[in-house]
Nanobody
């Protein structure tokens, strides 16, 4: 069993920055590919970005490319989502998820590839 816990959400003005953290435990962290998803009110949960087990590959949805950066620190069992130039449309609950089935350089791009999920952290961007 893998436990996933997000932190770092909050309220920020448009154009501002925020960094989310996600700690995973219960399994060797380097064995997990990690992903970030978000869900806005009334919308489906969507993929934001992901990072491979090795940390050498990342993928992002088009709407966040150039603004969001995912990184990981395997020594701290933590993955980060750095968000800059935030927009009101980025407002959502952000979820971190762990994927146990990827190769060292694989990244899951869909919800169904992820096995363990955090409870989510709210990010609100005011205009």
């Amino acid at each position: 069993q893998v436990q996933v816990v997000e932190s770092g959400g909050g309220l920020v003005q448009a154009g501002g920055s925020l960094r989310l953290s996600c700690a995973a435990s219960g399994r060797t962290f380097s064995s997990l590919a990690m992903g970030w998803f978000r869900q806005a009110p009334g919308k489906q949960r969507e993929f934001v970005g992901g990072i491979s087990r090795s940390g050498t590959r990342t993928y992002y949805t088009d709407s966040v490319k150039g603004r969001f950066t995912i990184s990981r620190d395997n020594a701290k069992n933590t993955v980060y989502l750095q968000m800059i130039s935030l927009k009101p449309e980025d407002t959502a609950v952000y979820y971190c998820a762990a994927d146990t089935s990827q190769s060292m350089i694989g990244v899951g791009l869909s919800l169904r590839e992820y096995d363990y999920w955090g409870q989510g952290t709210q990010v609100t961007v005011s205009s």
